[in-house]
């Protein structure tokens, strides 16, 4: 049987290779042996009952009080531990919701976001009946404060800013959001599910280049935050956590039900039978890595960052969409040049040599989230993206006439 799964992973990409940008982040052997070993002892336990399994309580409020100290949490932040980022956005937007029901009355509520915030903030929209006021991103690529600002009303509960947002990978500006949702008198979650693990290490290893402006709960205004630690925490998949200002906007979130013939019924999130291993993996690595852990993966993986963002300006015909700092950058048509590329075409030849990068539009670009597992490779990656581009360049019939009109002012 275990030859027959390994038989199926043989199209799998190879991220174990740092060939991928993205989907899996690694740590290293020793952050993958000791997530391996607590995983194991922690198979088989349920955090639906912490009274049956105080340890899982233990683990996850350990979790939430580390994450709440980085996140400039004040006294009294409360959280909870969920399956991810889209569990931890989920969260928020129905806590947001309960809250402007109860503290001000709103039947139809409404979240205010930028086109650049995460598909969950949608699909929390679809799920617990909010309606969208979706604004759009500058030429920066964060959002149009002024039309945020003519799209909060008093039906608003939740307003976002992301910390960065993944498409571009830039930082919002969270002090600015956060007071026009504090004027409404309305949530404001920050969406730190990508820098939740890294903006802080970084503005240690190299505050010139690598800080931004406040961006986490020591902005007045921000109720909700959350921060993946299966993506740049290091961890392996299935946890992330999503910290309230205080107690009384975490109650928001739990469902306490006794209305049925099984007992009382408290859930933080939206599972009930919840697994373990998560949360003992991701415990494990927080304590294994630390803060000096940390700051080493950040740093490594925001050098290689840098390199592989100066590679691409330094190619004629592409560019990187907009002036993102840290671990995430977008490749597109540098529409300014004689001849732009056709990044899918690119993407393709990447792909031919075994590269996996996602796709996103408008405008066509290439995505790449850039952890420490991808340092090793990133001559490879330039060398590599060198051929694909004379690839692109000899066929000829790649070169596509990017879109002209909204895109090509972004710059
Ligand atoms: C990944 C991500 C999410 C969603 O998280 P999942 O863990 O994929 O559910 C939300 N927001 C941002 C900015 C992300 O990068």
Excluded at 149 to 156: E, F, G, K, N, W
Excluded at 324 to 339: E, G, K, W
Excluded at 390 to 408: F, K, L, N, Q
Aim: aromatic letters at 6%; charged letters at 20%.
């Amino acid at each position: 049987m275990l030859a027959e799964l390994e038989a199926k992973r043989h199209d799998d990409v190879r991220w174990g290779e740092g060939r991928t940008f993205g989907l899996v982040f690694d740590g290293g052997d020793e952050v993958r042996d000791v997530a391996e070993r607590a995983a194991r002892a922690f198979l088989h336990e349920n955090a639906l009952s912490t009274a049956a399994f105080p340890s899982l309580g233990a683990i996850q409020s350990e979790l939430c009080a580390w994450t709440a100290d980085l996140l400039h949490g004040p006294e009294g932040t409360a959280g909870f531990v969920t399956s991810g980022g889209t569990e931890s956005i989920l969260c928020a937007v129905e806590a947001a919701r309960e809250r402007a029901r109860a503290e001000r009355g709103v039947n139809e509520p409404e979240i205010v976001l930028a086109t650049s915030a995460h598909a969950a903030f949608h699909k929390g929209a679809h799920l617990f009946g909010l309606r969208t006021r979706v604004v759009d991103v500058t030429g920066d690529w964060t959002p149009d404060l002024d039309a945020m600002a003519d799209a909060i009303s008093h039906r608003t509960a939740l307003v976002v800013a992301s910390a960065p947002q993944y498409p571009q990978g830039v930082v919002d500006p969270v002090t600015e959001i956060a007071a026009m949702a504090a004027k409404a008198g309305a949530s404001c979650h920050v969406d730190a599910c990508m820098g939740g693990f890294v903006l802080p290490f970084a503005a240690l290893e190299q505050p010139q280049a690598w800080s931004a402006p406040p961006w986490d709960l020591a902005v007045e205004g921000v109720t909700s935050i959350s921060a993946d630690l299966h993506k740049l925490g290091y961890a392996p998949k299935g946890v992330s956590v999503l910290l309230h200002r205080s107690r009384a906007l975490r109650r928001h979130q739990t469902f306490d039900f006794d209305g049925w013939l099984g007992g009382r019924y408290v859930t933080p999130n939206l599972q009930g039978t919840r697994s373990g291993l998560p949360m003992a993996a991701a415990w494990a690595v927080v304590r294994f890595l630390g803060v000096d852990g940390y700051r080493r993966l950040v740093r490594t993986a925001l050098e290689a960052a840098d390199r592989i963002r100066a590679g691409v300006r330094a190619t004629d015909g592409l560019m990187v969409l907009g002036d993102p700092r840290h671990h995430l950058l977008s490749i597109t048509a540098d529409v300014v040049a004689d001849r732009p590329l056709d990044p899918y075409a690119v993407g393709d030849a990447m792909a031919s040599r075994g590269w996996h990068h996602d796709r996103q539009r408008p405008p066509d670009n290439l995505h790449l989230t850039v952890s420490a597992g991808n340092a090793p490779i990133v001559d490879e990656w330039l060398a590599d993206l060198a051929d694909a581009v004379d690839e692109v360049r000899s066929t000829g019939d790649h070169c596509s006439e990017p879109e002209s009109g909204a895109y090509s002012t972004l710059e």
